[in-house]
């Protein structure tokens, strides 16, 4: 069974503050935030 989940786009300003504190560095592009899998790949 598939759980549908809805999509959260983000303002600019939501994303700097969550990038601020993040073990990860992720990319924004028009509200969507994805990880960046190879940042997460780096030693």
Known sequence: ???QTEKRYYTT???LALEETS???SEYH???I???DWWHKQP
Do not use: A, F
Request: no cysteine.
């Open 1 to 3: 069974m598939q759980v």
């Open 13 to 15: 300003e939501e994303y």
């Open 23 to 25: 073990e990860y560095k």
């Open 30 to 32: 028009n509200g969507e």
């Open 34 to 36: 994805t990880t960046n």
